[in-house]
């Protein structure tokens, strides 16, 4: 499985996360005046949203596997 149980990456691909609040914020999903809408289409929504999705299955799973060794 990658990353490995000793890597470091591991640690640092679930902070990376943190990458897409700011997306979702810019992304139009509802109205509103105090934030630019930078991705007006609800392509740009869905597609981080997969992304999103994928990598906190894959790192939950991950942490899971690793926890009880």
């Known amino acids: 499985m990658w990353p ?6 591991l ?3 679930v902070a990376a996360r943190l990458v897409f609040l700011p997306l979702f914020m810019l992304c139009n999903v509802s109205p509103r ?3 630019p ?6 392509a740009w929504y ?3 949203m ?11 799973s ?3 596997c690793f ?3």
């Open 33 to 35: 005046t105090y934030l």
């Open 62 to 64: 991950l942490c899971m």
């Open 4 to 9: 490995g149980q000793d890597s470091k990456l």
């Open 37 to 42: 809408v930078l991705l007006a289409h609800d």
């Open 67 to 69: 926890a009880p060794k």
């Open 50 to 60: 997969i992304l999103f999705a994928v990598s906190n299955g894959y790192l939950a």
């Open 11 to 13: 640690p640092l691909l």
């Open 46 to 48: 869905i597609c981080i």
